[in-house]
């Protein structure tokens, strides 16, 4: 099947009891069982739930894990700190330098209190990764594009390093969504979603989702989703589920938006450097062509003015909302610095204060340009 034929029927087959076209919300805390053990396939919400089951057969199939499979979370931190438990005192894992700040957060510091240590590298530089490794070092944490500077790595080369050192390989492929990029089709281990941004779509719901290539590693994963309990609930389940039915749709809507956005700031003159992986003046651009179908609809920039005039611009557009997160349909504005990454303040992860990041939505393309263009006059 293509894409877009998955996305709107995998595991969401019509109700049999109903005939319901669309999965039903089934908003239950326990099952009734025939007798005591014998059940029809479900005893107890946080082990399984008909819902959350579809979305994670959902995901599971559109990112290509074909052996394993993928458990749904309550949130994109509750799916990294549920990877974060196949970690040992004394392991340790390798970040890229660029990483989102909640992740450095989770790892830096809440697992290393429990003897998990880690190492920031320059992941564009397979050299530098290779550097990063010892004896200890049992995953590879793998952000592209990364957040927020929007680098694009080297699948194919980290992913043969990580394995040749005896270590998983995880990809966080929020940004670029399995529509534009699938990360099981380069060698990884693990994919994991915070489904709250382009999966879900609408910015009305909070999800996660780990995704394993192997079934050894989905058994564990599954183990854990239950022992350690940071489910979703049936309706954001549905919500998320809802949302991939028009991913494919939307992401087209906007990259387009996303490559006109990239153009114009590139050509303004208040605007001293862009990100995007689609400009042909990105280090990776071309990295970018091979590896994903498009570029996807962040953008980061610069602007002359330093980090005041940042924060003047950010607080001055109409249409882009200023606010965190990133993936709605709407198109939102933020400072890195002092919003979603102040976490790496002080660190070698620190962002610069004059970065500006958009998640551009699906409003006319016109209006987006204009609003910018007013706000980089403020």
């Not at 004394?90 to 450095?104: I, N, Q, S, V």
């Not at 399995?178 to 099981?184: E, I, T, V």
Request: charged share 20%; with cysteine.
């Amino acid at each position: 099947m293509h894409f877009e034929t998955d996305a709107i029927h995998a595991g969401q087959e019509p109700d049999p009891t109903t005939g319901a076209v669309t999965i039903p919300i089934h908003a239950t805390s326990t099952y009734a069982q025939e007798a005591p053990g014998v059940h029809r396939g479900y005893e107890y919400s946080r082990t399984d739930n008909p819902t959350r089951q579809a979305l994670e057969t959902a995901l599971a199939v559109l990112e290509g894990a074909d052996a394993g499979g993928a458990v749904a979370t309550a949130s994109g931190m509750a799916a990294t700190a549920l990877i974060g438990y196949l970690l040992a005192p004394g392991d340790r894992l390798l970040l890229p330098d660029d990483a989102y700040g909640g992740t450095f957060r989770f790892f830096a510091k809440v697992l290393s209190e429990h003897g998990v240590h880690w190492s920031a590298v320059d992941m564009t530089d397979v050299e530098a990764i290779d550097r990063g490794f010892d004896e200890h070092t049992r995953l590879v944490w793998v952000e592209t594009p990364t957040n927020p500077l929007l680098r694009v790595l080297d699948l194919i080369a980290i992913i043969e390093l990580a394995h040749e050192h005896g270590a998983l390989v995880v990809v966080d492929n929020t940004f670029a969504t399995p529509y534009l990029q699938r990360p099981f089709e380069y060698g990884a281990d693990l994919v994991v979603h915070s489904t709250t941004k382009y999966l879900g779509g609408h910015s009305d719901v909070v999800g996660g989702a780990v995704v394993a290539r192997d079934a050894d590693l989905f058994e564990r994963l599954k183990f854990l989703q239950n022992s350690v309990g940071p489910v979703p609930g049936p309706f954001d389940a549905w919500l998320t589920l809802r949302g991939i039915k028009t991913l494919a749709v939307r992401i087209e809507r906007h990259c387009d938006n996303a490559e006109t956005v990239a153009s114009f700031l590139a050509d303004h003159p208040g605007v001293t450097d862009v990100v995007y992986p689609g400009l042909t003046s990105h280090p990776q651009h071309a990295l970018a062509a091979r590896q994903m179908a498009r570029f996807g609809g962040m953008i980061s920039f610069r602007v002359a003015g330093g980090t005041p005039m940042a924060h003047r611009v950010a607080s001055s557009t109409q249409i882009f909302t200023l606010a965190e997160s990133l993936g709605g349909v709407e198109s939102l504005i933020e400072v890195p610095a002092a919003m979603t990454h102040l976490a790496v303040a002080g660190t070698s992860l620190e962002v610069p204060g004059d970065l500006i990041r958009l998640s551009v939505g699906l409003e006319h393309i016109d209006d987006l340009v204009d609003d910018l263009e007013r706000a980089l006059r403020a």
